[in-house]
């Protein structure tokens, strides 16, 4: 039974009625008692609520009936954070952990009739004050001082993407059992892959004792009886899981059903899906590869590090899940990083990730702080990693659990960490016994890895270009320019950004016009990222011409950040097999935001997302130039072969052809090649500024499939000329087509809509010939009222 209804008291406020999950923001927002933080200045309107401590109540009724159950049970799936649980005037426990669930036996506290649960949460930021006061610990200036004492999400601390709202409340359900004998707790699923058979060997877990119990196990139509809480169920000719892009995402139901004397007492359900799946770390001539391996066939891991949807928890749904999920799935992800200052994701993400393909690599919840090993600190974190690990073991999309985000890293190399004997040996201690134990142990068919970046651990230069992962920030924090990711050959790369502004309506929700300047105190407020708008204007400088108008230079940011993604995506994915991984930083994020993103608070996209889409293609075409000379590169993330052809010109800005080729060519499944280099010096030279590369991708049906433009000087250099583009739309079912037309060369043209927000097959793209440019978009509104609030932007607005 699931305990839904509480009270709420804070301060004055008494209470309050509320339904779990909720918390302290969640209850003042739904009740008119605070102003929405997001907007202007008021998250530090918000963060001194946080400085006092709240209680939440309920009342359980309890007959004499269930009084006599054998066990009688209080489960927290989540408590944030410093709870003191009390029953009546009796306190039974008390909880520092907001990763991990808590069950108490509550039989010895209840009495027949009416029994008061409180729950009495102290302030997280006086704690983390006070232990920083006792022993000081390091943890990121963009955070409050002291967040590496507490278990409780980094991010709600404030990072350099999110505001500092260190919230607190029952954020996932509660519930009551009382029962007798045993019930179902979980289940080990392993896997044993042969030709035409997958068997599974299965250990049930359960929770109390009953010599008498009998499990039922179904699957595939079979079903078998066992006594002894272990089984094996084969079954013949598998229908596999594959990643997004490489097969169908099938999942099998394993049904439990537990029996006492012939009488079903409990059942549970864990949905599978059959694959050999794990990191490939073979060496070869460049040092050693990194790589996912699912079900025998290395994969390229394309997709986006993943942070927390909200600040407020309550709000993050499994509706708004599944929403950034599929934004995900449309932009050709196969793989997500969730990243280790956040908390673990909901069993919804998971089930999602299965459902649609995407590869998980799940960090542990531990992210640019220096722990204290305490014996009291290590005995929490142990329970915390043994429910998480039991908990998500069994999907299909788990690939990688690793240890933490940047600690090896840190601890080697950070100057203000410290890399004295002790930060050393709680590390080791940490990561590379406790947390690699215990994944060893409950989930050993699950690769683990000990940190992010990491070669393979034990402080061994763990951002090596040659092994294991990277994390590589020399664009952007070291403000050098796009073309410097050609000069890395990384493994994996599971971390580098780019920022840029959200959308103009996600800015307007958050900032007055009379505040619309980058370097205004509310916008300097919603970037987190230290100098990052001066970052944004230094690197429009090098590319655009002077910017004079507020949303351009949104806009602008937006296609900065698209072009720095393309050139490290395209660049990694051309040397596939020497690099097999481009997860960049981020996916999504926490609040109304100028950062890393593609996709914003509110789900728009921005023009990365797009690029995404493009970049991380099945099956890719990119040119990349060599002084005058331009090569085509074909990259093929399938499990088939491709065939088709690629024509290459030279125009200028009215479309006029000046040199055309076409190449044939055929390319093996999972390989990239370059299939064409044509020398250009002379159809170029001297006519940088005047003329470009087209070059388009027709498959073996010679259906075009993609299309990519090339500059040879930067973008404020060459003569655009004003373009007069034209749109027209109809409506056909759900759906409206939209057709795009210039009198010129157009590059990075955007369609967008004063109040309307929709997702296009394509957006920010290049117009480099008469032809209509045809882009789709699912929408209720009809065509004429959407060509009445549209807008349109191109890189020649940028003056």
Known sequence: MKINNWFFSYEDKKGIECSVPCSLYSIMLDNNLMEDPFYGMNEWKANPMSERDCQFYTTLSITKDILNKENIILRFNGLDTLCDIYIGDRRIAKTDNMHRRYEFDIKPYLIEGDNTICVYIRSPS???????????????????????????????????????????????????????????????????????????????????????????????????????????????????????????????????????????????????????????????????????????????????????????????????????????????????????????????????????????????????????????????????????????????????????????????????????????????RLYENLLADISAKYAPQTFYWPSSPSSGGGFVNPNDDNRGDVHYWTVWHGNAP??????????????????????????????????????????????????????????????????????????????????????????????????????????????????????????????????????????????????KDVSVNISNETLTPKSGKVTVEVKDIYFNVYYTNTTQFSIKKMASKDIVMEELEEYLGGFEEDRYVVATYYDENDNEVSKQTLLFTKPKSFGFHKPDIKVTAKNKGNEVIFSITSDTYAKGVEIDFNETDLIFSDNYFDIASKEPIIIRAETDKSADELIEEITIKSVYNLR
Request: hydrophobic share 35%; glycine share 8%; with cysteine.
């Open 482 to 627: 796009f073309e410097e990711y050609r000069n890395h050959f990384f493994r994996f790369c599971s971390e580098f950004g780019f920022e840029s502004f959200p959308n103009i309506k996600t800015i307007n929700s958050f900032c007055p016009d009379d505040q619309k300047n980058i370097f205004s105190k509310i916008m300097e407020n919603h970037q987190k990222c230290r100098s990052g708008n001066g970052k944004i204007l230094t690197y429009c400088a090098a590319n655009y011409l002077y910017i004079k108008g507020f949303e351009d230079l949104v806009y602008a940011s937006q296609l900065l950040q698209a072009d720095a993604m393309k050139y490290a995506i395209e660049h990694f994915r051309r040397f596939r097999g020497r690099c097999m991984g481009g997860i960049y930083w981020q996916f999504n994020d926490c609040w109304p935001v100028a950062s890393w993103a593609s996709v914003d608070w509110y789900g728009r996209w921005k023009a990365l997302h797009y690029s995404a889409r493009r970049f991380f293609a099945p099956v890719l075409m990119s040119i990349h130039e060599e002084g």
């Open 126 to 428: 006086k704690y983390i004050a006070e232990m920083q006061h006792k022993h000081h610990l390091w943890n990121p200036s963009e955070s409050m001082s002291g967040t590496s004492h507490i278990r409780k999400a980094s991010y709600m601390f404030g990072w350099d993407w999110g505001p500092m709202l260190p919230d607190m409340g029952i954020w996932k359900d509660v519930e009551f059992l009382a029962f007798d004998g045993a019930i179902l707790e979980n289940a080990l699923i392993l896997q044993s892959h042969d030709e035409g058979r997958v068997t599974l060997d299965i250990k049930l877990e359960l929770k109390g004792s009953d010599k008498d119990a009998v499990c039922k196990v179904s699957v595939d139509g079979q079903t078998v009886e066992t006594k002894y809480n272990e089984c094996k169920i084969v079954i013949d000719n598998p229908k596999l899981w594959w990643p997004n892009g490489l097969g169908e995402q099938n999942l099998y139901d394993v049904k439990f059903e537990l029996y006492i004397k012939g009488e079903k007492v409990d059942e549970m359900t864990k949905t599978i899906g059959l694959r050999t799946l794990t990191i490939s770390q073979d060496a070869d001539k460049w040092g050693n590869e990194f790589c996912f391996k699912v079900n025998g066939e290395k994969v390229f891991s394309m997709g986006a590090d993943y942070i927390p949807q909200d600040n407020i928890l309550s709000r993050v749904t499994p509706e708004l899940t599944e929403k950034r999920i599929l934004d995900c799935v449309k932009a050709n992800y196969n793989s997500i990083r969730v990243w280790g200052g956040g908390y673990y994701p909901e069993d919804e993400f998971f089930d999602l990730c299965d459902k649609y393909g995407l590869i998980v690599w799940q960090d542990f919840m531990f992210a640019c702080v220096c722990i204290r090993m305490r014996d009291d600190f290590e005995a929490t974190v142990k329970e915390e990693a043994i429910y998480n690990v039991k908990r998500i073991r069994h999907h299909a999309s788990l690939g990688l659990l690793c240890g933490n985000n940047e600690m090896e890293e840190g601890v080697k190399n950070w100057d203000n960490m410290g890399e004295s004997d002790l930060v050393r040996d709680d590390y080791i």
